[in-house]
Nanobody
Framework: QVQLVESGGGLVQAGGSLRLSCAAS????????MGWYRQAPGKQRELVAR???????NYADSVKGRFTISRDNAKNTVYLQMNSLKREDTAVYYC???????????????WGQGTQVTVSS
């Protein structure tokens, strides 16, 4: 079994910062890309940031210069540092990861359960 567990969401004032974490655990052989998505009420889930195993990154235009994605391969963890938060960043944030399972050596995309980020004015 493999699971992703997110933490770090919460309520913050506009202009503030939050750091999200997502730890993968279970029968993991290796992890390819990891990423963060978000879904606001009434909107589709969208990519926020993505990082490859080699630390190449890409970001949604709306968060460039404010958010930073990073990963710790030794801990199977991905982070999202969010600075200069805006009200429009309010959403449920989900992490995902393309994980090669130990038992099959095949990869599969896993999702976390989501963590709420609310930015107040």
């Amino acid at each position: 079994q493999v699971q992703l567990v997110e933490s770090g969401g919460g309520l913050v004032q506009a202009g503030g910062s939050l750091r999200l974490s997502c730890a993968a655990s279970g029968s993991i052989f290796s992890i390819n890309h990891m990423g963060w998505y978000r879904q606001a009420p009434g909107k589709q889930r969208e990519l926020v940031a993505r990082i490859t195993r080699g630390d190449s990154t890409n970001y949604a235009d709306s968060v460039k210069g404010r958010f930073t994605i990073s990963r710790d391969n030794a801990k199977n963890t991905v982070y999202l540092q969010m600075n200069s938060l805006k009200r429009e960043d309010t959403a449920v944030y989900y992490c995902n990861a393309n994980i090669v399972r130990s038992w099959s050596r095949t990869d599969y995309v896993y999702w976390g359960q989501g963590t709420q980020v609310t930015v107040s004015s």
